[in-house]
């Protein structure tokens, strides 16, 4: 009878703990292969080692817990099968890597960031950010969460409208889209230094124009108002190269 109850309630115990974590289901919904990275913030865990391959249309579910914060982002022609040191990605490497091991990702490279709650606020909070460019559509949609739940996206290719001074190319192909900072590498356009503040810090004509075609994203450093989102989900899509 003891040993019997025992075993009820670790199974009660390991239900609680699952229900307490959040379930992040990673779509690929592009039309070739991708590789997403994932970096948990400084103490968090990082699921899948940091990385993955998904085939066109495949997915993968992480379950993540409470109180987690981290990023995803998506990788494109990647190569892991030649000699070291010649293992890369055309957009998004982590040092030639299939699992980031805690590396992040080279920019241009679209994010989607999340930090699920904390000591002080149960509330979860998430963004696709362009702050370091672009190389993929992606969206983060909540499951249930209630009223007020917002979906987070940046659901066009921005490669096609990307300006010429911040193309980036392989093979000839426009891959990704470089921010202003990254370009410009200046203060001014980085919001660093003496413009590390909502105040000094505004959008460019390139920011303005990230907003315009992708609304819903932040655009520039200090774009919280529209583009912070906030729920109390349980679960979350991650798409790329979503319907548009």
């Excluded at 303005?208 to 912070?228: E, M, Q, V």
Aim: aromatic residues 10%; neutral net charge.
């Amino acid at each position: 009878m003891a040993t019997s109850s025992l075993l009820i309630f670790l199974c009660i115990l390991y239900s609680l703990s699952f229900s307490d974590g959040v379930q992040l289901i990673v779509v690929n919904n592009c039309k070739e292969s991708i590789w997403p990275g994932v970096l948990g913030t400084a103490g968090q865990p990082t699921p899948k080692d940091g990385g993955f391959h998904l085939y066109s249309g495949e997915q993968v579910d992480l379950e993540v817990p409470e109180e987690w914060s981290g990023r995803i982002w998506g990788r494109q022609g990647c190569c892991f099968n030649e000699e070291p040191g010649k293992r890369s990605c055309q957009t998004g490497d982590c040092a030639g890597l299939l699992h980031c091991q805690g590396v992040g990702g080279v920019p241009p490279a679209t994010l989607v960031e999340m930090t699920f709650g904390t000591s002080k606020s149960a509330l979860h909070y998430y963004d696709v950010s362009l702050v370091d460019g672009f190389n993929l559509p992606v969206s983060m949609v909540p499951i249930g969460g209630g009223v007020g739940c917002g979906v987070a996206a940046c659901e066009a290719n921005l490669n096609v409208c990307c300006p010429s001074a911040l193309v980036v190319k392989r093979e000839g192909k426009v891959v990704g889209c470089k921010s202003a900072c990254l370009a410009a590498k200046s203060d001014r356009y980085c919001c660093t230094g003496e413009f590390s503040n909502p105040k000094s810090c505004k959008p460019t004509v390139f920011a303005h124009l990230f907003k315009a075609i992708c609304p819903r994203a932040y655009s520039y450093a200090y774009d919280d108002s529209a583009g912070l989102k906030t729920c109390r989900a349980s679960r979350y899509v991650i798409t790329f190269c979503p319907p548009n």
